[in-house]
């Protein structure tokens, strides 16, 4: 009889335990395995970790913004998994239906999304940091401070004038955790990048260092929309740079001014004592008075070669120019467009 009942007690025993076994494990399916995230989405989320976030700010972003459903289960595998300990700021891309185990190994692996950001027509410094940083977590004040730090710019080789020489438009991918100083080396390295020898070489044909090519594209920049006739402008005030003439731009006195709503220039506007008045003072502008893009830049590498000295809006606002190679010509051409701006009430 004992002999029997130690047989029956042993058989619930491995029952007991089998059944033990088999629900331990369809418990740790469930946690690991089962989908937790996104359950009822389509789409996938861009999950933002802020520099310095703790695991419990985590948890909550999660399961506030409906990421996961069940915060428990997710604690336990970022628990048995080291997570706790290791939360990495950053983008995420979380996927629909994605488990807890292979949500957690993102979040550790600090493997995250780039971030395309994109800046152009930019003419300060406020407008600049405020659009490089529109997509970044970097407030835009950081990197405000970084370029009117005159001993910060000074080892990139910048004047607070001529710092935005440094920023090339155009659409980068960037981490969205970058700090300010990562943001600034980075765009210091695509400065770099875009210099080549053969662009170096181009600068010191014409008498230029590279700050002096980006002011001239600025001005080239501001003066036609029109990629096809930068060249033939740059030519233009080269030719006047080589004689010793006024630039006389108009683009840098609305610069000067600050209202760059103007549409008509005034003689009280060439009145402005500023060393951006270039109806004033001969020469180039202390800096540039926007961002030149490459086309504005290769335009002035890649100048035409001509005789014209100046050069006027067409009457038709087309947005296209009248070249002269002498004022009385020029003065014909710019009467016509006065006229045209008359008729348009434009003033």
């Known amino acids: 009889m004992e002999l029997k009942k130690g047989k029956k007690f042993l058989l619930v025993l491995l029952v007991a335990g089998s059944v033990l076994v088999i629900s331990m494990t369809f418990y740790f399916y469930q946690v690991f395995l089962s989908p937790n995230a996104l359950i009822d989405q389509g789409e996938s989320y861009l999950l933002k970790i802020p ?4 695991y419990p700010a985590v948890v909550n972003s999660l399961y506030e913004e409906k990421v996961i459903n069940d915060a428990l289960s997710f604690g336990f595998v970022a628990k048995v998994l080291g997570y706790q300990e290791a939360v990495k700021p950053g983008l995420y891309k979380v996927e629909p239906k994605m488990n807890n185990l292979d949500l957690v190994r993102l979040l550790r692996s600090g493997n995250q ?17 405020e659009k490089i ?10 990197v405000l401070a970084l370029l009117q730090d005159k001993a ?4 990139f080789g910048f004047e607070e004038e001529t710092i935005l020489s440094m920023f090339i438009p155009n659409t980068y991918e ?4 970058t700090s300010a100083e990562g943001l600034i080396d980075r765009m210091h390295t695509e400065y770099q990048n875009f210099w080549t020898e053969e662009r170096k070489q181009k600068a010191e044909s014409l008498g230029l260092s590279q700050q002096e090519v980006s002011t001239l594209a600025s001005i080239v920049q501001a003066e036609s929309q029109k990629i096809d006739e930068r060249a033939r402008i740059a030519g233009v005030y ?7 003439m006024a630039l006389q731009a108009d ?3 609305v ?25 004033k003072y001969t020469g180039l502008p202390p800096g540039p008075i926007n961002l030149p893009d490459m086309n504005s830049l290769d335009a002035v590498l890649n100048a035409e070669r001509h005789e014209f000295l100046y050069f006027c809006a067409k009457e038709d606002f087309s947005g296209y120019h009248s070249f002269a190679v002498n004022y009385a010509e020029h003065l014909q051409n710019a009467n016509r467009y006065q006229r045209a701006l008359n008729a348009a009430n434009i003033y």
Request: charged residues 25%; without cysteine.
């Open 51 to 54: 520099t310095g976030a703790d």
């Open 113 to 129: 999304v780039p971030v395309q950001v994109t800046f152009n027509t930019i003419r300060t410094q406020e407008e600049l940091a």
């Open 133 to 142: 940083t529109a997509r970044l977590e970097v407030p835009k004040e950081q």
């Open 152 to 155: 910060y710019i000074r080892k």
């Open 174 to 177: 960037l981490w969205w955790n």
């Open 238 to 244: 080269l030719n006047r740079l080589r004689m010793g």
């Open 251 to 253: 683009p840098t006195l």
């Open 255 to 279: 610069f000067a001014v600050g209202d760059f709503s103007l549409r008509r220039i005034l003689n009280s506007h060439k009145a402005i004592d500023s060393p951006y008045n270039t109806y």
